[in-house]
């Protein structure tokens, strides 16, 4: 097993309380021996949009002033062969977590599993990252790496090799994780009150020849998409 993969992860509206509707799960993808190529890439677009190295590509950021640069990181995306991107969106209308017997955490992580499930190849060594959201990431980050390696008879960790957070704003790859989930939950609330929002929900669209409304087939390897509902719980 010589080959190493990452994959950076991003959540939006994780969070049990937060009264949100649905939840978004993202993983981008690519060869470790990349990574170098791929920064340097994003680095160059943001140069020729005028834009300082320490710039972060954010959903929330977003702008009419910088559709341009945003159209084109989702250009790069779908035109790099070693980028690839799965989400799972799921709803959390009439979740009953008292009749599985478990609670909001191993719901979560139950989701995670079922995100990033059908990435991962037995031949393949994989190296997870997440950004770091709060104070709770390091005992979440423990706990994703034991469940998703007990879920695939991992014991001696050998597929998956780390689970770790990272700050986002240190990886451009990271970033557009960021990107491609903001705008998956976005489309999936049902906001529209952002033009320039909109029309990269559109390009996404247009280069995935996808509505971003529907579950992939599992196959799909460029942009992939599971949508769950409570009653497959």
Same mark, same amino acid.
């Given at each position: 097993?010589?080959?190493?993969?990452?994959?950076?992860?991003?959540?939006?509206?994780?969070? +049990?309380?937060?009264?949100?509707?649905?939840?978004?799960?993202?993983?981008?993808?690519?060869?470790?021996?990349?990574?170098?190529?791929?920064? /340097?890439?994003?680095?160059?677009? /943001? +140069?020729?949009?005028?834009?300082? @190295?320490?710039?972060?590509? /954010?959903?929330?950021?977003?702008?009419?002033?910088?559709?341009?640069?945003?159209?084109?990181?989702?250009?790069?995306?779908?035109?790099?062969? @070693?980028?690839?991107?799965?989400?799972?969106?799921?709803?959390?209308?009439?979740?009953?977590?008292?009749?599985?017997?478990?609670?909001?955490?191993?719901?979560?992580?139950?989701?995670?599993?079922?995100?990033?499930?059908?990435?991962?190849?037995?031949?393949?060594?994989?190296?997870?990252?997440?950004?770091?959201?709060?104070?709770?990431?390091?005992?979440?980050?423990?706990?994703?790496?034991?469940?998703? %390696?007990?879920?695939?008879?991992?014991?001696?960790?050998?597929?998956?090799?780390?689970?770790?957070?990272?700050?986002?704003?240190?990886?451009?790859?990271?970033?557009?994780? @960021?990107?491609?989930?903001?705008?998956? %939950?976005?489309?999936?609330?049902?906001?529209?009150?952002?033009?320039?929002?909109? /029309?990269?929900?559109?390009?996404?669209?247009?280069?995935?020849?996808?509505?971003?409304?529907?579950?992939?087939?599992?196959?799909?390897?460029?942009?992939?998409?599971?949508?769950?509902?409570?009653?497959? +719980?």
């Amino acid at each position: 097993m010589s080959q190493i993969y990452n994959i950076y992860c991003d959540e939006s509206c994780h969070l +049990e309380n937060d009264k949100q509707k649905i939840m978004v799960l993202g993983g981008l993808w690519c060869p470790l021996e990349k990574i170098k190529a791929i920064s /340097k890439r994003i680095k160059e677009i /943001k +140069e020729r949009h005028k834009l300082g @190295d320490s710039f972060e590509i /954010k959903w929330i950021k977003v702008s009419p002033a910088k559709l341009d640069f945003y159209i084109d990181i989702i250009d790069y995306f779908f035109d790099d062969d @070693d980028l690839h991107f799965r989400c799972l969106v799921a709803s959390k209308e009439g979740l009953n977590h008292k009749k599985f017997q478990h609670g909001h955490d191993d719901w979560y992580y139950k989701m995670y599993f079922g995100m990033l499930k059908v990435i991962l190849n037995p031949n393949i060594k994989y190296r997870i990252y997440l950004d770091i959201k709060d104070t709770k990431s390091a005992r979440k980050i423990d706990n994703l790496h034991s469940i998703l %390696c007990n879920s695939i008879h991992d014991f001696n960790r050998r597929i998956i090799d780390r689970v770790q957070t990272v700050r986002s704003h240190e990886i451009e790859i990271m970033q557009i994780t @960021d990107l491609l989930v903001g705008a998956m %939950c976005h489309l999936h609330r049902g906001i529209d009150s952002s033009d320039a929002k909109q /029309k990269i929900i559109q390009r996404i669209q247009e280069r995935s020849n996808y509505s971003l409304k529907k579950s992939t087939l599992y196959q799909e390897e460029k942009f992939n998409i599971f949508i769950w509902a409570p009653s497959g +719980e």
